[in-house]
Every structure is written in structure tokens, then in C-alpha cells.
């Protein structure tokens, strides 16, 4: 047994009466479980300010928020920045595009491609839910220290190998 996995077997668990905290066992040291753990809180935080009150799902979000950041993207470049297959990114975009959220122009550089731009409704809607973000941001930020929250998005983006 590590000593990380003791140390942290013999500290009570959050919820659990003291004296009677079930053990992680072998996912004390599983950094997935832990991954999925705080996935948890961070999902919950998403729908009750951003998922619920304005229909979309977090890939969503993170497209709008990507093309605001971008203005004009490639499906390819877009797809790559979230991991996505390209018939999950075309469903995805096809969505956002019935909704009038974005739109797809021809390339002025490339005539043979094309590039994904928000469009009034998506400019306005992608400012919204950033503002929402600000206080759902907020609430995670009470758990860490600027230079914990710096660590970890490093850390995080590592792990997924970005």
C-alpha cells in the first residue's frame, strides 16, 4: 500500500459518521475516480447556471464560447480543440445551426472550406452564458487558491494531453 492510500484510508470521508468512513481502498490512488469525482460538483454547477436555464449541453457551451474566442473556425480545427469525431462535431453544429446560434461560411481564404461564425443570436447568447459562467466560476474558486486553481488546470491539461 502507498503511503498517500494509508494516509488517506485513515482520515474520516466527508459524510461518513467518524469511526465509521468506508475505506477508497484501491481508488485512493485511481486518478480517474477522482477526475469523476469532482466532475460531479463541476457538471451540477454547469446545468443549475448555464445547462438548464438556456438548453445547452457543456460541449455546446464550449463551442459558443470557442467561436467567440475565434470569431471563424474550421470544422477541423474545432473538432481537434474538443476531441471530437467529425460526425459528432457535424450533429453538434447542425444543432447549434437549427437554433440560429452559428452559422457555416465559405472560407475567404480557402474557397474549398469552410468556417463556423456565431451569428447575432449566437454572439448575443455566447456573451450570456459567459456572464453566467462568472458566478458558477466563482463557487469552484471558494474550494481552491488562485495558485491551486492554476496548478490543476495545468495539471488537468496534461492528463488529457493538450
Excluded: C
Amino acid at each position: 500500500m502507498s503511503r498517500s492510500a494509508s494516509v488517506l484510508d485513515d482520515q474520516p470521508r466527508p459524510g461518513a459518521p467518524d469511526g465509521d468512513a468506508p475505506s477508497l481502498g484501491a481508488l485512493s490512488d485511481v486518478l480517474g475516480y477522482h477526475v469523476a469525482q469532482a466532475a460531479v460538483t463541476t457538471v451540477e454547477l454547469f446545468e443549475r447556471h448555464i445547462g438548464e436555464r438556456y438548453g445547452l449541453r457543456k460541449v455546446e457551451f464550449s463551442i459558443l464560447m470557442l467561436l467567440q474566442a475565434n470569431h471563424a473556425i474550421t470544422p477541423k480545427k474545432l473538432g481537434q480543440m474538443l476531441a471530437l469525431t467529425p460526425p459528432n462535431l457535424t450533429l453538434l453544429l447542425d444543432r447549434l445551426q437549427e437554433r440560429g446560434l452559428l452559422r457555416r461560411e465559405r472560407s475567404q481564404v480557402d474557397r474549398r472550406s469552410h468556417n463556423i461564425v456565431l451569428t447575432e443570436a449566437g454572439v448575443e447568447l455566447a456573451a450570456e452564458t459567459a456572464a453566467a459562467a462568472v458566478p458558477m466560476e466563482r463557487e469552484l474558486q471558494g474550494r481552491l487558491s488562485a495558485a491551486e486553481r492554476a496548478l490543476l488546470i495545468e495539471l488537468l491539461r496534461k492528463v488529457a494531453g493538450r
